[in-house]
Every structure is written in structure tokens, then in C-alpha cells.
């Protein structure tokens, strides 16, 4: 089975800088995800990481460490509408995805 | 391309009736992905088809939900004899291969009385 670890809940100010933490435990690694999902809505796609690395997309950064089972979303320049939960899911050979259970950030100003 | 779409947004029941939610994924998506979730959750995997496949089914669902995703474009899952239980958010995603990011409709808010 997988196990995937994220802080419950995190708060930040307003134009600071914020760092999501993911452990993972799985058998057959293809890919970490993460999504963005605000109260009552659908999750949105942010961004992935297949290889060892950082990839950045705009304000939004993630990394992955597949030797250590682990991953982070870097949030730069906060804004309030960033306050939502941050969900890391992590994909397997079988194409299948299994998710944490959310970090809900909320931005102070 | 208009997304996810999924019908219908909520839907109230007793329990015990039989409840069915359609899916229609983005067009030439050939994979399709149900879920579950609750409050303070992330979404839960039920079921997952290429095409017209099931390739996986949870081994957490009962036999009391089954889907289908019959010429491989929209898809139906449905829950029979509904529980107290079953009450939660069902998502639906699709992506266009195994190695790119799910694209999720809105849901459907299934309420159990």
C-alpha cells in the first residue's frame, strides 16, 4: 500500500514564503502530484515531479527527493487567495494516484 | 473543451435507494477516475478505467457500487441500497495519459438521510 504524511495545517503572512511538506511510502514510484483545492471546489493541477529536482511554475515551486520519499510545495509571494488546502498525491506504475489527506494553509494579513 | 463535467452537482436521498452519478471527461481523455471524499480528507481512489476498461477497483468499496464506462467517453457509477455512510463528495477526473496530471469535475454532494 502507500502512506503519505502532510502537515494538517500551516499559517503564513501575506508576501511571505511558505513550504508544504510530503513523506511517501509506495512500491512502484511514477510521479508526485500536487493540487490546490479551496473549500466546496474541485482540485486544480499545480504542479508535478516525476525526476529528482525543482520545478518551478510561476510563484509556485515543488521539489522531490525519490531516495528519501520526500516532496515540497514552495509558495512565494503570498497572497490571501492562496489560503486553501494543498493536496499531494503520488502516482504509481499503474497509473493509479493516492492522496494525502491536504494541508490547509491559511494566509494572514 | 469544457472540462470535467459531472451530474448532478448534489443529490439527497433516503437510505436504501439506489443512487446513480454520470461523468463526462474531457474530450479524448482516454482515462477516467473516480473518488471519494470527505471532510477534512483528501479523495479517496474508488475506480479507474482506460477507455472503456476497468483496470482497478478499490478493495475498500462494496459490491453495492459499480461502474461503467460503456463506449469508453462518459462514464456512471452507481451506489445501491445506500448507508449513512455514503454520504461524501465523488469526484471525477480524466487525463489524457497515464503520465499526466488528473483534470477533476466539480462533484457530486450525495446526502444520505
Known amino acids: 500500500g502507500q502512506n503519505i504524511d502532510q502537515p494538517t495545517e500551516m499559517t503564513a503572512t501575506e508576501g511571505a514564503i511558505v513550504q508544504i511538506n510530503c513523506t511517501y511510502q509506495?512500491?512502484?514510484?511514477?510521479?508526485l502530484f500536487w493540487y490546490q483545492q479551496h473549500a466546496g471546489e474541485a482540485p486544480t493541477f499545480l504542479s508535478y515531479?516525476?525526476?529528482?529536482g525543482l520545478e518551478e511554475k510561476g510563484r509556485f515551486s515543488s521539489f522531490l527527493s525519490r531516495s528519501k520519499g520526500y516532496s515540497y510545495l514552495l509558495l512565494k509571494e503570498l497572497q490571501m487567495k492562496d489560503s486553501a488546502s494543498y493536496l499531494c498525491a503520488v502516482r504509481t506504475n499503474a497509473g493509479k494516484s493516492t492522496f494525502g489527506d491536504g494541508t490547509t494553509l491559511t494566509v494572514k494579513p | 473543451d469544457t472540462g470535467v463535467s459531472q451530474d448532478p452537482r448534489h443529490k439527497i436521498t433516503k437510505r436504501g435507494q439506489n443512487v446513480t452519478f454520470r461523468c463526462d471527461p474531457i474530450?479524448?481523455?482516454?482515462?477516467l477516475y473516480w473518488y471519494r471524499q470527505t471532510l477534512g480528507q483528501g479523495p479517496e481512489f474508488l475506480t479507474y478505467f482506460q477507455n472503456e476498461a476497468q483496470l482497478e477497483k478499490s478493495r475498500l468499496l462494496s459490491d453495492r457500487f459499480s461502474a461503467e464506462r460503456p463506449k469508453g467517453s462518459f462514464s456512471t457509477l452507481e451506489i445501491q441500497r445506500t448507508e449513512q455512510g455514503d454520504s461524501a463528495m465523488y469526484l471525477c477526473a480524466s487525463s489524457d495519459s497515464a503520465n499526466q496530471p488528473q483534470h477533476f469535475g466539480d462533484g457530486t454532494r450525495l446526502s444520505i438521510l
Open positions: 474530450s479524448e481523455h482516454n482515462r
Open positions: 509506495t512500491s512502484g514510484f511514477n510521479g
Open positions: 515531479n516525476v525526476l529528482d
